[in-house]
């Protein structure tokens, strides 16, 4: 399989840190809101821009997914994919489990829910319980979608809705007893389940699929060569896109973070009633990104993990102004390979694996904010639910899709979980803008981090799969060049019985001295044209 592992092809433009986007976008937008309120026409056409850079970004999640498995799978044998693989969902889930726990101690530590807070801010929207055991089974149904074009378009959701049963009233009921009873009885409501398609892409549905896919690639070997050149030809043009696109993300993520900053109503007096919250979720996910994922890294790999961060900062960067993990995939592919040297096989396994079900960030945040919520509403949670709080936004964070603000649709589950009020979370909506930019960036720094420890953890094993690859191709080799001189000699043996037989020919026409003559002439000749096919072919 030496085909599937070809040289390493450097970009010509490096994927540089450009951290001016949101400087300029954070300044544009605080020097804005200063002036008179902006028409909301201002607030579209400044935010233009941006909503273009995640429509560009966006536009490449498919065709970079499909590819970046199908390339790194099928240079990878199925033992091979197997402990890569077990080696990321180690990383991911220890990870998990650390930022939900971190967010957990930070909270009661630092205690931001006060119950005058919800004085000030009113009660918010009230929000339909999610089921665990429904989300559960909407996780499973993903990963196996049943279309593969509406998967890359849609997915599907179990919806419950509560139907009120109609009761026909007494009408025999004719005593005082009996009307009172009829008019001030409740409504029964029966509840009913039905699964609906939202739009949305599956990213772990086309990811669950293309894996095997690349698996099973990789397994025909020769047989599926023609196929693989075509995905790593797909793959090197999205590639090439990306760079167009890395020039114009500057300008893109100014415009998003000033058109965001400038379209929030009231920053200041939610910065005052939410200010604690945001300081603990920021506190955590700071010494998350900042001191436990760079000692993971340098605990195993023993290589200076600020180092690995620089060559990362345009991906973080990026995410930052986009608040999509999948909308940043593009970015941190080119970092962590050109960058970095991480081998296209890890990367194109563990990165796409990653911005689906590894969320830090927001298992850190959604751990936070269930609490946060439980001190606004004076409720004290023991050290079961407590429990139950951080094993749920672990599990809930990893069904998270990588789209902006999942962390708001996935906290549901854990509120329900430990049966906290859920109309508490339109309150929250407010700085949900700001905190997913903090946690998506921690999300694909931990992506990022996770794929140098695996690299580092399987490099041994690459390189004996590469040593393999090109002892076989050294056997192919020596093969077809066997096979050709045999049919070289078989060549030249019909050549020499074709002079012979011209040889005979001419003897029996020409007489006994011109046939020798003749005879040592033609002779000759042929063995001269022997030695001028074998010149030419060697050449």
């Known amino acids: 399989m030496g085909f599937l592992n070809g040289p390493k092809r450097r970009q010509e433009i490096k994927c540089h840190p450009k951290p001016s986007g949101v400087i300029l976008g954070a300044v544009s937008g605080m020097l804005l809101r200063v002036a ?6 201002i607030v579209m056409v400044i935010s233009f821009p941006g909503d273009i850079l995640m429509r560009m970004l966006k536009m490449l999640i498919l065709p970079l997914i499909i590819s970046s498995l199908i390339t790194g799978l099928a240079g990878l044998d199925a033992k091979s994919s197997g402990r890569l693989g077990t080696r990321a969902m180690v990383y991911y889930m220890s990870t998990t489990i650390i930022a939900a ?15 005058k807070l919800k004085e000030n801010l009113g009660e918010g929207e009230k929000n339909d319980e999610v089921s665990s055991l429904d989300a559960f089974f909407d996780l499973i149904r993903n990963l196996f979608p049943e279309n593969l074009v509406q998967a890359c378009f849609q997915q599907i959701q179990t919806v419950t809705k509560k139907l009120e049963v109609i009761i026909e009233e007494d009408i025999n009921a004719t005593s005082v007893e009996g009307l009172v009873a009829n008019i001030t009885k409740e409504p029964e409501f029966i509840i009913k389940k039905s699964l609906q398609f939202k739009s949305g892409m ?42 167009c696109i890395m020039w114009y993300s500057p300008f893109g993520i100014a415009c998003l973070i000033c058109g965001k900053i400038i379209s929030i109503k009231d920053l200041e007096v939610v910065g005052r009633q939410l200010g604690m919250y945001m300081v603990t979720v920021v506190i955590g996910l700071i010494i998350h990104g900042v001191i436990f994922l760079p000692s993971i890294y340098f605990v195993i790999v023993r290589k200076n993990p600020f180092t690995f961060f620089l060559g990362i900062f345009q991906a973080w960067i990026t995410a930052l102004g986009t608040a999509s993990s999948a909308g940043t995939l593009p970015v941190t592919f080119r970092c962590l390979e050109e960058n970095l040297g991480i081998d296209k096989r890890v990367t194109r396994f563990v990165l796409p694996v990653g911005a ?15 609490i946060f919520i439980a001190q606004m509403n004076g409720i004290h949670l023991d050290p079961g639910q407590i429990v139950t709080v951080s094993l749920t936004a672990t599990l809930a964070s990893v069904g998270a899709a990588s789209i902006p603000s999942a962390g708001l649709v996935t906290m549901l589950l854990i509120l329900t979980a430990v049966g906290l009020p859920t109309q508490d979370i339109s309150l929250l909506v407010a700085v949900d803008w700001l905190l997913d930019r903090f946690r998506t960036s921690v999300n694909v720094v931990g992506d990022s981090y996770g794929a140098g420890i695996v690299y580092h953890l399987s490099k041994a094993e690459l390189d004996e799969l590469d040593a393999h690859a090109a002892k076989s191709d050294d056997i192919e080799m020596m093969s077809k060049t066997q096979s050709y001189y045999d049919d070289m000699k ?18 029996s026409t020409s007489g006994n001295a011109s046939a020798t003559a003749n005879n040592s002439v033609v002779v000759d000749e042929c063995k001269v044209q022997i030695m001028l096919t074998d010149v030419e072919t060697c050449i």
């Open 490 to 507: 078989n060549h030249h043996e019909n050549n020499s019985n074709q002079c012979v037989l011209t040889t005979t020919a001419t003897t």
């Open 36 to 41: 008179s309120p902006i028409d909301p026409n």
């Open 356 to 370: 689906t079900i590894n969320m830090d960030g927001t298992a850190l945040y959604e751990a936070v904010a269930a």
């Open 101 to 115: 726990v971190l967010g957990v101690i930070l909270v009661l530590v630092i205690h931001p829910g006060n119950p």
């Open 202 to 243: 599956n990213v772990l549905g086309m990811i669950g699929f293309f894996i095997a896919f690349g698996i099973c690639m990789g397994k025909m070997g020769e047989k599926a060569r023609l196929m693989l050149e075509f995905f790593n030809i797909l793959n090197e043009i999205v590639m090439k896109l990306v760079i």
